[in-house]
């Protein structure tokens, strides 16, 4: 555990205009693009500048109005990459630059081609020690079981995700063994389940709100520990970490949360 979270790049993608109107949605808020670019700007800043990362910054594309959450296109864990199969078919043609960005990055590639397996990154939470993936309305059993053939050396365990769009929309993991938890009855049903699952024991935090729990956690050596997260008095407890709050309130409208924006590799 004592390289987790040590990414050295980063891969997001240029927010489209198209996302305001079209992109997928459980919710009816209207977006404000220029805000949501303000915010989406300084998430990209804050990964390049504050964090010293090596950012891939992939174009918009108009045809792909989600395609800013490049999260669920990919998942990456050492020198592997899953192409995922999005569970909205709107979304599926998003891996095709996310796949030409991490053969460029020099990692393995491993396509999810299998047309009844669904999966979007937002149902996976990888904690250093295994993956936790979410059983939801965009992610089926099979496309759990092919990453776990893509991901031998580590233990995938199943949860069940009601009454929320991913896995991560409440819940994260905030640093080595720490995961960040929502409150929420649907939150706490899933976290129940984890630890049942799990050879090993978590710390967990607990916050008030869900979308809060997601949050991006990162070990650089420059650095300290750091995390990406929403402004929320409860994350002050995590004193050994370098906190640095980033607005997510525009994409949040079309269940966009920090995770969702980038794709980190060591």
């Known amino acids: 555990m004592s390289g987790f979270g040590s990414f050295t790049h980063a891969v997001v993608r240029a927010l489209p205009q198209s996302l305001a109107k079209e992109a997928l949605r459980t919710g009816s808020l209207e977006v404000d693009l220029l805000k949501a670019q303000e915010e989406h700007d300084k998430y990209v800043s804050v990964l390049k ?10 174009p918009a594309d108009e ?16 020198d592997t990459a899953l192409i995922t199969r999005p569970g909205a078919e709107s979304r599926r043609k998003e891996t ?38 979410g059983l939801s309305m965009r992610t ?8 776990a053939d893509a991901f031998k050396d580590y233990a ?11 896995l991560k929309s409440f819940c994260s993991m905030a640093g080595p063994g720490l995961i960040a938890i929502g409150a929420s009855e649907a939150a706490q049903k899933a976290l129940k ?3 049942q ?11 008030p709100d869900d979308l809060a729990a997601n949050c991006v956690y990162m070990n650089l050596p420059s650095k300290g520990d750091s995390a990406l997260r929403l402004l929320l008095q409860v994350f002050e407890k995590l004193k050994d970490h370098m906190l640095i709050p980033v607005s997510n309130q525009e994409k949040v409208k079309v269940d966009g949360a920090l995770t969702c924006c980038s794709v980190l590799r060591i």
């Open 197 to 207: 699952m799990s050879d090993h024991n978590y710390d967990k935090l607990t916050l």
């Open 156 to 166: 995938v365990s199943t949860v069940p995700v009601q009454d929320r769009l991913h």
């Open 49 to 58: 500048h504050r964090l010293g990362l090596e950012v891939v910054e992939l």
């Open 63 to 78: 045809a792909l109005p989600d395609c800013v959450f490049v999260e669920d296109a990919a998942v990456v864990c050492g």
């Open 96 to 133: 095709e630059a996310m796949k030409a960005a991490l053969t460029e990055l020099g990692l393995s590639i491993v396509e999810m081609t299998d047309e009844s397996a669904t999966l979007d990154g937002g149902d996976v939470l990888f904690t250093g020690r295994e993956f936790f993936v």
């Open 140 to 147: 089926n059993q099979r496309g759990a079981e092919i990453l």
């Open 193 to 195: 389940i984890m630890q």
